[in-house]
């Protein structure tokens, strides 16, 4: 990662894109301290945050999702994503699974109902999570990372799995989080997706940002255009 800067605002989606090695995932692990940042300035609402741990990250505002399911798959849907409203207690994750806390378990887990009947899965409380399709685990993952009441939100293909219909209440769920204030990150792979409803595009080739602009500008830009395609006429 060299010389990448990039500013996402509240109310605004930011899609991020790049050919595969492009260094996407490992811009959302440094930014969330999943990786330590060996130089360089994360900041959140101003403040520097790239020497903080993930887990003081994320109760500063920022929720993220991973581009493979991580999810506790012989538990029920309800208690993985209450296992992200964690962050909102005051008791830890161990407390919240052991239900030590009558009091903090029944707001934990009524937070994660409301979550996950923001993302249409209201229907599937008590299903074990393992045994979702891939498109609705990856919902569930959106449903926990909300739990967490962030500012922001860090989405690694997120439309990876879903079928058509899925995608567009994806897309529509998207659209009223940015509505509600929230600052969105995307990367994506599913460029039909992501052309629709993203503000701006960052794309990144070898590490670095290689362009910025509106979906319509990137789609016509040499620069992007020679990274996938591997030149232009």
């Given at each position: ?65 991973f ?24 008791k ?16 934990l ?61 994806l ?20 460029m ?8 701006r ?9 290689i362009?910025?602009g ?20």
């Amino acid at each position: 990662m060299a010389d990448l800067s990039l500013r996402l605002d509240a109310g605004r989606i930011l899609g991020l894109i790049g050919p595969n090695g492009a260094g996407k995932s490992t811009l959302f692990n440094l930014v969330s301290g999943v990786l330590a940042c060996d130089g360089g300035e994360v900041r959140l609402q101003g403040e520097r945050i790239e020497r903080s741990r993930a887990r003081a990250i994320a109760r500063r505002g920022l929720g993220r999702t991973f581009q493979h399911v991580h999810l506790v798959s012989s538990m029920s849907v309800l208690d993985n994503v209450a296992l992200g409203a964690h962050l909102r207690g005051r008791k830890g994750t161990l407390a919240a699974m052991l239900r030590r806390d009558r009091a903090e378990e029944a707001m934990l887990l009524s937070e994660a109902r409301r979550q996950l009947e923001r993302v249409g899965l209201g229907a599937h409380l008590h299903d074990s999570a393992g045994s979702l399709a891939l498109g609705q685990q990856r919902l569930v993952e959106i449903a926990r990372a909300l739990a967490g009441d962030p500012l922001v939100l860090l989405l690694d293909e997120p439309a990876a799995g879903l079928r058509w219909a899925e995608k567009q209440a994806l897309d529509a769920l998207l659209r009223r989080l940015r509505d509600e204030g929230l600052a969105i990150l995307l990367v994506e792979h599913d460029m039909e997706f992501v052309m629709g409803l993203v503000d701006r595009l960052v794309v990144m080739d070898f590490g670095q940002k290689i362009a910025e602009g509106p979906p319509a500008e990137m789609q016509r830009h040499p620069a992007v255009l020679e990274a996938y395609l591997g030149g232009v006429e």
